[in-house]
């Protein structure tokens, strides 16, 4: 039977709305201290009745929402430990909030998904929030024709649904340099791009100034460096536009992983 997870919003207190940087998909098997934040991190959060995720690792043409009653673990990587690819992460999906989020996203056309599933951005850090898999989960697509203005509006249109005991979590990274990797040192040093991007977003957070987030572009050189391709950053913006007035900005997970990749995990709420 198909989970319905929603409910009166007036029968729950408004949700924190989380980003958080996955990096290394052996964060998911291995007993990292990434891990041991994210374990920490769910344990903290109110319990969501549903989670809609927007992943990095869902880019495609199209907004998508996926629609199944069982999304499969998608195990889209290659390269790792065998350990890595028989990780199942079972968590029910929630058809009827997948219909409710494509309406709510309208004008925006929204095609109801049933082939797509978790991919490893949303279950290498779910299955650390929720270890039991018992949290509906629905993904939500980055739609990469858009721009990032037009990805921050539909993000703000996800609202409401922290008044119904939906958590909104975005998955990527807010710098992913892949290119630029450093493997020579253990650990590696953060780049000096990589500290200089990801204070500056923290500065701009934590004076509640999105503009200039959502125009990275405009940043410089270390926005360029930090942000390559948009698909790990797009997922940030989503989150970002839930954040109400004067709500609370904290930073449950810290690091920069291999000289280029910003674990920092950003909560609102």
Not at 231 to 250: I, K
Request: glycine share 8%; net charge negative.
């Amino acid at each position: 039977m198909a989970t319905d997870v929603r409910s009166p919003a007036s029968l729950h207190a408004r949700m924190p709305v989380v980003f958080v940087g996955h990096g290394n998909p052996m964060n998911a098997v291995e007993e990292t201290r990434y891990a041991a934040a994210w374990r920490a991190l769910g344990a903290a959060l109110p319990r969501p009745k549903a989670v809609v995720c927007v992943s990095a690792h869902w880019y495609v043409a199209g907004t998508r929402v996926t629609a199944m009653a069982r999304p499969r673990t998608i195990h889209d990587f290659g390269g790792f430990p065998d350990e890595l690819s028989r990780v199942e992460y079972p968590a029910p999906g929630a058809p009827a909030l997948a219909r409710d989020l494509a309406s709510r996203l309208a004008p925006t056309r929204v095609e109801l998904d049933e082939s797509w599933g978790l991919d490893h951005g949303a279950w290498s850090v779910l299955r650390r929030l929720y270890p039991d898999a018992d949290v509906p989960v629905v993904q939500l697509s980055l739609d990469e024709t858009l721009p990032p203005e037009a990805h921050y509006a539909l993000g703000a249109r996800l609202a409401p649904l922290r008044e119904e005991g939906v958590l909104v979590l975005g998955s990527g990274n807010l710098v992913h340099n892949l290119h630029a990797l450093s493997w020579g040192e253990h650990p590696a040093r953060p780049y000096g791009w990589a500290v200089e991007f990801e204070r500056t977003v923290r500065a701009f957070l934590d004076r509640e100034d999105p503009g200039p987030l959502v125009r990275y572009g405009a940043l410089g050189r270390a926005a360029a460096l930090a942000v390559p391709t948009p698909d790990h950053y797009l997922p940030f913006l989503y989150t970002l536009a839930l954040r109400a007035p004067g709500e609370p900005v904290s930073y449950p997970v810290e690091g920069i992983d291999l000289g280029s990749v910003s674990m920092l995990s950003v909560r609102f709420g």
